[in-house]
């Protein structure tokens, strides 16, 4: 029996026109001399030189003269040192010193890729056969910062795809820091973010078990004022403030669509990007709908998994994930408790599949290997491509293994539904390979996918080319089934 894979003539590729307003900061001495020339500009001049740029950027920018204001008023210690009262500044000279401290930033120049996929929380208005999705994927612009960014798609009752247009606009979210850490999961994640064992003690010992972020804030500065003759143990009290900010909860306006979110890097610990969020349509034992994503936050040299938990796609909560489980990258969480616990799949040497069960959603210990390369297409490294899908006969698992020439390759294995840790069958050979047509592009030779979806009797597999831009693969499942079961684990 010979499986039959289709590839969607359907692409989905970076777009640079799609871009965001960031704040833009060149330093202090420069930042100073830049807002003393511009406050000398008489009101003619400011009137003149912002007037133009806001007709130019409205046409770009949902509300550009929200987004500089917002930007000024990052620079009130600057007007402090100069002696101005922000406050006192005429509305257009805002906007205009904002503009000088804006550059806009295209998410997608560089590449787009590694999407996953789940149902849209909206369903309505459908005719039968007919499914309405959410896509991520992992955006690269310059710099490769990579973040979150979504797009909707219809499947029709054939499963022809249709990724829907995008809007006019890009919207980073709104910030809210949560107001409450417990200390004890705080200071252990601490200890993987390989912060000076003499700062964390230093602050843990200054801390209620429970505590704000203020209280933290109001710590930190202390300390720095007493140790401000010692460079390097300043940038330890820094990080630690950095990784309070890797909590928080971020909200879009009720007027974007799903299309104009991007979820981009926000604290000190994600700043070089946000990378391969895998997206899972949770149903808890109530019934209750929740979506969740594991992704890996990147400064430049450390990893740190993360959660994300969505309702509706406009408030997310992001929190680090703890635990000797929470390690590496490839995280993918079960759609749903298994005998009472929480199920994932991880890969915290780098090569091979674990299997971690839990009380919590956010907390991973034990670490169990669940699987390792054995095929000549995998021999380098293999790990999950998503989180399982559960069918009948097992939970579906799509993997990604490494071979020769650093080629990735999509593979397939089934597990047990009641014993994930039991492999019960698999693909002997990969079920996509790069072609002709996907091997060239940002990274070549890489197919790669981040999660997939049952419709209509078939799978459906969005997947990166070369990571550079995504398509969609289909396979019918009975058959796909059938074939995993003539495997069997030796």
């Known amino acids: 029996m010979r499986l039959y894979i289709e590839r969607k003539p359907v692409k989905v590729n970076p777009d640079t026109k799609r871009v965001i307003a960031r704040f833009f900061f060149n330093g202090d001495e420069r930042a100073l001399e830049v807002i003393k020339k511009v406050l000398?500009?008489?009101?003619?001049?400011?009137?003149?030189?912002?007037?133009?740029?806001?007709?130019?950027?409205?046409?770009?920018?949902?509300?550009?003269?929200?987004?500089?204001?917002?930007?000024?008023?990052?620079?009130?210690?600057?007007?402090?040192?100069?002696?101005?009262?922000?406050?006192?500044?005429?509305?257009?000279?805002?906007?205009?010193?904002?503009?000088?401290?804006?550059?806009?930033?295209?998410?997608?120049?560089?590449?787009?890729?590694?999407?996953?996929?789940?149902?849209?929380?909206?369903?309505?208005?459908?005719?039968?056969?007919e499914k309405r999705v959410i896509i991520s994927f992992r955006a690269v612009g310059e710099g490769h910062i990579s973040s979150i960014v979504f797009r909707r798609a219809l499947i029709d009752a054939k499963n022809n795809i249709q990724v829907l247009p995008v809007g006019n606009y890009v919207d980073e979210a709104e910030v809210v820091k949560n107001a409450i850490y417990v200390k004890k999961l705080f200071f252990k994640k601490a200890a993987y973010a390989q912060i000076d064992s003499s700062v964390l003690e230093e602050v843990e010992s200054k801390l209620d078990d429970k505590f704000e972020y203020t209280s933290l804030s109001n710590?930190?500065?202390?300390?720095?004022?007493?140790?401000?003759?010692?460079?390097?143990?300043?940038?330890?009290?820094?990080?630690?403030?950095?990784?309070?900010?890797?909590?928080?909860?971020?909200?879009?306006?009720?007027?974007?669509?799903?299309?104009?979110?991007?979820?981009?890097?926000?604290?000190?610990?994600?700043?070089?990007?946000?990378?391969?969020a895998r997206f899972v349509k949770f149903i808890k034992e109530d019934?209750?709908?929740?979506?969740?994503?594991?992704?890996?936050?990147?400064?430049?040299?450390?990893?740190?998994?993360?959660?994300?938990?969505?309702?509706?796609?406009?408030?997310?909560?992001?929190?680090?994930?703890?635990?000797?489980?929470?390690?590496?990258?490839?995280l993918a969480l079960f759609p749903r408790k298994i005998n009472g616990k929480y199920v994932m799949m991880s890969r915290i040497d780098g090569w091979n599949n674990y299997l971690m069960f839990s009380d919590k959603v956010n907390v991973w210990e034990n670490p169990v290997l669940l699987k390792q390369p054995r095929y000549d297409w995998e021999l380098v490294q293999i790990g999950n491509c998503g989180s399982p899908i559960e069918t009948d006969k097992g939970w579906i698992v799509i993997t990604?293994?490494?071979?020769?020439?650093?080629?990735?390759?999509?593979?397939?294995?089934?597990?047990?539904?009641?014993?994930?840790?039991?492999?019960?069958?698999?693909?002997?050979?990969?079920?996509?390979?790069?072609?002709?047509?996907?091997?060239?592009?940002?990274?070549?030779?890489?197919?790669?996918?981040?999660?997939?979806?049952?419709?209509?009797?078939?799978?459906?597999?969005?997947?990166?080319l070369s990571d550079y831009s995504s398509s969609f693969a289909t396979v019918n499942l009975e058959l796909l089934l059938n074939k995993l079961l003539e495997n069997k684990p030796e």
């Open 40 to 129: 000398q500009f008489s009101d003619e001049k400011v009137f003149s030189l912002i007037s133009p740029i806001l007709q130019e950027y409205s046409k770009r920018h949902r509300n550009i003269t929200k987004i500089l204001t917002r930007h000024c008023k990052k620079l009130k210690k600057q007007f402090a040192t100069l002696g101005t009262d922000f406050e006192d500044i005429e509305p257009y000279t805002k906007l205009l010193i904002g503009a000088y401290f804006t550059h806009e930033y295209s998410i997608e120049s560089a590449a787009f890729f590694n999407p996953s996929i789940v149902d849209d929380p909206d369903q309505t208005d459908l005719v039968e056969g």
């Open 219 to 276: 710590i930190i500065k202390d300390s720095k004022t007493l140790n401000k003759e010692n460079p390097a143990r300043l940038v330890e009290y820094d990080k630690v403030l950095w990784l309070s900010d890797t909590y928080h909860t971020i909200s879009f306006s009720k007027d974007t669509d799903i299309s104009d979110r991007v979820i981009f890097p926000i604290s000190e610990f994600e700043r070089k990007g946000i990378e391969d």
């Open 287 to 330: 019934g209750k709908v929740l979506y969740y994503a594991t992704y890996t936050a990147f400064d430049g040299s450390l990893i740190i998994p993360k959660l994300v938990q969505t309702e509706d796609f406009y408030e997310f909560k992001v929190i680090p994930l703890y635990g000797d489980g929470a390690q590496n990258k490839n």
């Open 400 to 464: 990604h293994g490494v071979g020769p020439m650093r080629r990735y390759c999509i593979g397939v294995s089934l597990l047990d539904l009641e014993d994930p840790s039991k492999e019960i069958g698999h693909l002997k050979e990969p079920l996509i390979i790069p072609n002709n047509d996907e091997r060239e592009g940002y990274v070549p030779n890489v197919v790669y996918s981040c999660g997939s979806i049952i419709s209509n009797g078939e799978l459906i597999i969005p997947y990166g």
